[in-house]
Nanobody
């Protein structure tokens, strides 16, 4: 069973930056996509950014131009660079890795942006 370990969350002032990391415990054979999702209190979980096995990326409209998703294949790690953070970015952020036939989620990391 693959484990995903997230890190990098925390408290930051509006306008600041954070970098989230998600390391997978196993090799990513038959990778479909890797992504970051977030869930704010009393709201549904939403997709923030996705990177496919081919390297294509997509972003939620609310984060375009501020967030960047990337991955390091050698480290089995996906990153989310978050710049120009806003209070409305406050949420628990989850990474997700989709492999053919399997779907894995991290435990979540809290990001809090103060105004």
């Amino acid at each position: 069973q693959m484990q995903l370990v997230e890190s990098g969350g925390g408290l930051v002032e509006a306008g600041g930056s954070l970098r989230l990391s998600c390391a997978a415990s196993g090799r990513l054979f038959r990778l479909v996509a890797m992504g970051w999702y977030r869930q704010a209190p009393a709201q549904q979980r939403e997709s923030v950014a996705v990177i496919t096995s081919g390297g294509s990326t997509s972003y939620a409209d609310s984060v375009k131009g501020r967030f960047t998703i990337s991955r390091d294949n050698a480290k089995n790690t996906v990153y989310l660079q978050m710049n120009s953070l806003k209070p409305e970015d406050t949420a628990v952020y989850y990474c997700r890795i989709v492999i053919q036939g399997s779907d894995y989620w991290g435990q979540g990391t809290q990001v809090t942006v103060s105004s």
